[in-house]
């Protein structure tokens, strides 16, 4: 408190008064310069009292205020009275306490950021192994038609490579909230179709039985294109799911609460313990077996989710598994 200049200058200041009124009051007579005296020592003294008392406060605000800068992990700042020092204290505590949810939200964000990281090297680890491992069997094979198996491989290891990375970035930028999505009338029929489209010579390869059932005129709202990768990403589960002779059933419902779409399949389905986790991204399931690299269904549920959509997946009453994608009205 004795450091404060501005304080310093009111004791020089309170000083000068004091004996001019005391020097006065003598003058008068003994008594009055007695009761003058006395006055001062009694102003002064709970001047001083009340600003130290003032001084203190704005010393806890100070050190909580400390306390954040440092990263500390317990922050609190008392409740003061009402008064010009209770506002600002007041907003001090909003500021320190959005300080710190600003300085927990980064770390966390590092923490993903670290994890996303190891995931995506382990991801694209394994098909590059594989890949020089075939190369190297490649260089030392000089069987016509095995290498040309070899090569076939190679190939569709690095389309799988290029998928993923692909997957990867689009999930990074919609991390990084630099996509705007359109919100544009969608006709579902339309949006049905261009997801399918990619995989119609799959579908058909593999004598997939594809019952579609939408009415027309079935209208959400949204980006055509982010939706349509969502829907491709759900497909590209089922077929995989069901294999050869399987059977994918999509089912739209329109009510005056939401519209649904339905995606149903015959295939094995999902273990109990998965269910919670199927979003999630790089979970690949219980099943160490399983193929894939959990990126789909979580870039599907980022798309829903940011358009205003929910999505949900379970296994079906009669067999296979169901997703249930809903836009509200």
Not at 77 to 97: A, N, Q, V
Not at 151 to 164: G, K, S
Request: aromatic share 8%; net charge negative; glycine share 6%.
């Amino acid at each position: 408190m004795l450091r404060n200049r501005e304080f310093k200058q009111f004791i020089i200041l309170f000083s000068l008064m004091a004996i001019t009124t005391v020097t006065l009051g003598f003058v008068i007579n003994t008594m009055a310069g007695i009761l003058t005296i006395a006055s001062v020592a009694a102003f002064g003294t709970v001047f001083f009292a009340f600003t130290k008392a003032r001084y203190k406060s704005i010393a806890q605000i100070s050190n909580q205020i400390d306390l954040v800068l440092h990263n500390a992990d317990h922050l609190y700042i008392g409740e003061s009275d009402e008064g010009e020092l209770s506002i600002l204290h007041s907003e001090i505590t909003k500021m320190t306490l959005c300080i710190r949810e600003q300085n927990d939200a980064l770390k966390k964000e590092k923490e993903h950021l670290a994890d996303s990281l190891a995931d995506i090297a382990h991801q694209l680890r394994t098909p590059l192994t594989s890949a020089n491992i075939i190369m190297s069997l490649l260089a030392n094979n000089p069987d016509e038609n095995e290498r040309k198996v070899l090569l076939r491989e190679t190939e569709e290891l690095f389309v799988q490579m290029d998928w993923l990375i692909t997957s990867l970035l689009k999930l990074s930028r919609l991390d990084a909230g630099i996509v705007v999505f359109k919100s544009e009338q969608i006709d579902v029929n339309n949006l049905i179709y261009n997801g399918l489209r990619p995989f119609l010579i799959p579908i058909e390869l593999h004598d997939i039985a594809l019952q579609i059932n939408v009415p027309k005129g079935m209208i959400i709202q949204g980006d055509s294109g982010w939706l349509s990768e969502a829907i491709q990403n759900i497909l590209k589960n089922c077929i995989e799911s069901v294999g050869d002779n399987g059977k994918i059933e999509i089912v739209c419902e329109d009510n005056p609460l939401f519209t649904e779409i339905a995606i149903h399949d015959n295939g094995v389905g999902f273990e109990k313990e998965d269910l919670p986790w199927l979003f999630d991204r790089f979970y690949r399931g219980k099943n160490t077996d399983a193929t894939g690299y959990g990126i789909g269904l979580a870039l599907c549920k980022t798309i829903i989710t940011r358009q205003g959509g929910t999505i949900t997946a379970k296994n079906h009453l009669n067999g296979g598994a169901i997703f249930v994608i809903r836009f509200p009205k």
